[in-house]
């Protein structure tokens, strides 16, 4: 799949395309709403399709010191935007320079002189451009007037409200990945290397795969059933996973620490993404190891429960 930036003149082959715009970070139902209209369409008419983000994400570029709330990185999009269909992926690089740019701008050079759009589909509360002034009535007006024609879609609702990205990281921020999945259509999944850690897990008799959070938002800190892919092989694996700081070990580190049922191998430097499924408790120090071990246990027993039922064996 091609990886476009919007700095650089798109190639001849996917002038005339059919651009679904947006942030679309997480990618939940209403985003794939848009991004599938963008798609039949250019099927109908024998065009390239192409899905648009932005990064970073314009309110991390006006307020740079917000807490991360990534919920996806750019491959994990990548990836999501080709199975949906599309020929390629499109980064508005967020800087000063595209911050500035009028509206009208943004849609006559941009859109149309350096990618030659046919179309564009948005979702209806879409803006861009300086001040966020450009919407959907500018889509509509001045690109029609330039040969550019445009559609919007509306919100789609889920579990009796709106779907939005906000909703997601509320549900996540709640200890609640099930109606996180609900909305995305897939469970909250980060994305990491595996890295040495300090080998608690091992003295412990749970070695576990220690990834950092990164940019990503912060699920709720605790303890989760999880499933874990290694990007290399594809090989797809159980288990439970702490996120947090680590209360019962000095000095506080924050880390995502999945442990893999059944799994023996070498993980470390290795890409894997593990997936919530599940809340099981929050995150406790316990008055001694044993007391740990034990909770341990039984954290490990309902994960593995909750996983089979789910169908993850």
Same mark, same amino acid.
């Given at each position: ?46 065009? $390239? ?23 996806? %990185? ?9 199975? =949906? ?36 589909? %948005?979702?209806?509360?879409? %803006? ?30 889920? =579990? ?13 921020? *709640? ?13 909250? *999944?980060i994305r990491g290397i595996v890295e040495h850690g300090d080998k608690n897990g091992r003295k412990l ?13 912060? $699920?709720? !800190? ?17 288990? =439970? ?9 000095? $000095?506080?580190k924050e880390l995502l620490e999945p442990y893999f049922f059944d799994f023996s191998g070498d993980l !470390? ?5 593990? =997936? ?13 190891l044993d007391d740990l071990i034990a909770q341990m246990d039984k954290d490990c027993a309902e994960a ?10």
């Amino acid at each position: 799949m091609r990886w476009l930036d919007h700095r650089d003149p798109v190639p001849e082959a996917l002038r005339g395309a059919v651009i679904a715009l947006g942030n679309f970070d997480g990618f939940h139902r209403g985003h794939q709403a848009v991004a599938g209209e963008a798609i039949d369409w250019a099927h109908a008419e024998g065009r $390239p399709s192409i899905i648009a983000t932005f990064d970073p994400h314009p309110v991390r570029f006006f307020r740079p010191d917000v807490p991360p709330f990534r919920l996806t %990185t750019l491959e994990q999009r990548q990836e999501l935007y080709l199975a =949906a269909g599309a020929t390629a992926m499109l980064v508005f690089h967020f800087d000063g320079e595209l911050a500035g740019t009028s509206a009208e701008d943004f849609i006559r050079t941009i859109l149309v002189e350096r990618f030659g759009a046919h179309g564009v589909v %948005t979702g209806n509360d879409f %803006t861009f451009g300086q001040g966020a002034k450009g919407n959907v009535e500018l889509l509509q007006t001045l690109g029609g007037e330039l040969g550019l024609h445009s559609r919007v879609v509306e919100a789609v609702e889920g =579990a009796g409200q709106v779907v939005s990205s906000s909703r997601i990281r509320e549900a996540l921020r *709640a200890g609640d990945p099930q109606l996180a999945a609900d909305l995305l259509t897939r469970p909250f *999944a980060i994305r990491g290397i595996v890295e040495h850690g300090d080998k608690n897990g091992r003295k412990l008799g749970y070695p576990t795969a220690n990834i950092a959070i990164d940019k990503y938002l912060r $699920p709720k !800190y605790g303890v989760y059933a999880v499933s874990g892919r290694i990007l290399a092989t594809g090989q797809v694996l159980k288990g =439970a996973a702490n996120i947090g700081i680590r209360p019962q070990f000095e $000095p506080p580190k924050e880390l995502l620490e999945p442990y893999f049922f059944d799994f023996s191998g070498d993980l !470390y430097g290795q890409e894997i993404e593990v =997936a919530f499924h599940h809340f099981l408790r929050g995150e406790a120090k316990f008055d001694n190891l044993d007391d740990l071990i034990a909770q341990m246990d039984k954290d490990c027993a309902e994960a593995r429960r909750l996983l089979s039922a789910l169908g993850h064996d």
